[in-house]
């Protein structure tokens, strides 16, 4: 598989504000156990988004419907949806006014993911190695969303957010505080964007 060759899906969002976009990643649902974890569940009742989106390793797709009964949901495919969400893109792009939009799960192509699980054995986490793959996808965007790494970020450069939620799991030895993000943009199309940590911390931007 080609970069090139990487599904693409364009989409247009409700033309409101303010506007209340929730990121999710790494929910890891299984066939097993579907359910997400209940503090997203109690968040989303309580913040009413405007759009959900799923940035991959959702796992058990059918999971994705307790999502939508709160909002729209996208989702794009991750590493562990390869077998299971054939329909879903591998990136999807949609344009708020300003704000130029591109939503990838992060972990790009096969060799791609093979080359990086290398390098992390070498090296460790580096957001410059996610950093470069976003931008290669869409070097006009200036919102890039991606998952994979369960590494939150939150990060303006040069005008642009580069924004990893985390991952919203359930707690466990390897996400011992699992969370998810927050973008919204207001009446007068300024963005922003929070962490909001599954213990009910929150880091806002």
């Not at 299984?30 to 309580?46: A, M, Y």
């Not at 009413?48 to 059918?62: E, K, T």
């Not at 410059?128 to 969303?145: G, M, Q």
């Not at 030895?173 to 007068?188: L, V």
């Given at each position: 598989?080609?970069?090139?060759?990487?599904?693409?899906?364009?989409?247009?969002?409700?033309?409101?504000?303010?506007?209340?976009?929730?990121?999710?990643?790494?929910?890891?649902?299984t066939?097993?156990?579907?359910?997400?974890?209940?503090?997203?569940?109690?968040?989303?009742?309580?913040?009413?988004?405007?759009?959900?989106?799923?940035?991959?390793?959702?796992?058990?797709?059918?999971?994705?419907?307790?999502?939508?009964?709160?909002?729209?949901?996208?989702?794009?495919?991750?590493?562990?949806?390869?077998?299971?969400?054939?329909?879903?893109?591998?990136?999807?792009?949609?344009d708020?006014?300003?704000?130029?939009?591109?939503?990838?799960?992060?972990h790009?192509?096969?060799?791609?993911?093979?080359?990086?699980?290398?390098?992390?054995?070498?090296?460790?986490?580096?957001?410059?190695?996610?950093?470069s793959?976003?931008?290669?996808?869409?070097?006009?965007?200036?919102?890039?969303?991606?998952?994979?790494?369960?590494k939150i970020?939150?990060?303006?450069?040069?005008?642009?957010l580069?924004?990893?939620?985390?991952?919203?799991?359930m707690?466990?030895?390897?996400?011992?505080?699992?969370?998810?993000?927050?973008?919204?943009?207001?009446?007068?199309g300024?963005?922003?964007?929070?962490i909001?940590?599954?213990?009910?911390?929150?880091?806002?931007?």
């Amino acid at each position: 598989m080609t970069q090139s060759s990487l599904s693409y899906r364009q989409i247009i969002l409700p033309n409101k504000r303010p506007l209340v976009i929730v990121v999710v990643s790494d929910t890891h649902t299984t066939i097993t156990n579907p359910e997400f974890n209940p503090v997203l569940i109690d968040r989303l009742q309580n913040d009413s988004p405007d759009v959900i989106f799923h940035l991959g390793d959702l796992a058990y797709p059918d999971s994705l419907n307790d999502l939508m009964q709160f909002a729209p949901c996208y989702f794009v495919r991750g590493n562990r949806d390869l077998r299971n969400s054939h329909d879903a893109p591998f990136v999807i792009t949609c344009d708020i006014g300003q704000w130029k939009f591109l939503i990838t799960h992060g972990h790009g192509t096969t060799s791609h993911y093979i080359l990086d699980k290398f390098k992390y054995g070498l090296y460790g986490y580096d957001f410059t190695r996610y950093r470069s793959l976003v931008e290669s996808l869409d070097p006009h965007a200036n919102v890039y969303l991606f998952g994979h790494t369960h590494k939150i970020e939150n990060r303006w450069i040069d005008g642009r957010l580069f924004f990893n939620p985390g991952a919203a799991c359930m707690p466990n030895n390897h996400d011992p505080h699992p969370s998810f993000g927050k973008i919204k943009i207001d009446e007068s199309g300024r963005l922003s964007s929070e962490i909001i940590y599954l213990d009910h911390k929150t880091t806002p931007r």
